[in-house]
Nanobody, 123 residues
Framework: QVQLVESGGGLVQAGGSLRLSCAAS????????MAWFRQAPGKEREFVAR????????DYADSVKGRFAISRDNAKNTLYLQMNKMKVEDTAVYYC????????????????WGQGTQVTVSS
């Protein structure tokens, strides 16, 4: 079973940067599309970014494109999200997730989730 543990969240001022990490315990991490989602208070969980397992193709939500960068280290079974030029509206709980085997932005396509890490951006 895949277990995912996020870290790196915290409080940052607008315009600042944070780097999130997600450690996977299961060796098939390298065969799965991995993604970051986020959920702000009172809002639905939304897609942020995804990365394929093979050639590292990436995809971003329009709201973070050009500011966030997703990457993965398959040797370390670890997923990353570098967040730059952060905005107050980036405040949310961030979750990493492992896809069942496809290439999707849909929450329903991801069957393993981390517990989430809080990111707060102050003005």
């Amino acid at each position: 079973q895949v277990q995912l543990v996020e870290s790196g969240g915290g409080l940052v001022q607008a315009g600042g940067s944070l780097r999130l990490s997600c450690a996977a315990s299961e060796r098939t991490f390298s065969r799965r599309t991995m993604a970051w989602f986020r959920q702000a208070p009172g809002k639905e969980r939304e897609f942020v970014a995804r990365i394929s397992w093979s050639i590292g193709s990436t995809d971003y939500a329009d709201s973070v494109k050009g500011r966030f960068a997703i990457s993965r280290d398959n040797a370390k079974n670890t997923l990353y999200l570098q967040m730059n030029k952060m905005k107050v509206e980036d405040t949310a709980v961030y979750y990493c997730a492992a896809d069942r085997g496809g290439w999707s932005r849909s929450l329903a396509a991801y069957d393993y989730w981390g517990q989430g890490t809080q990111v707060t951006v102050s003005s």
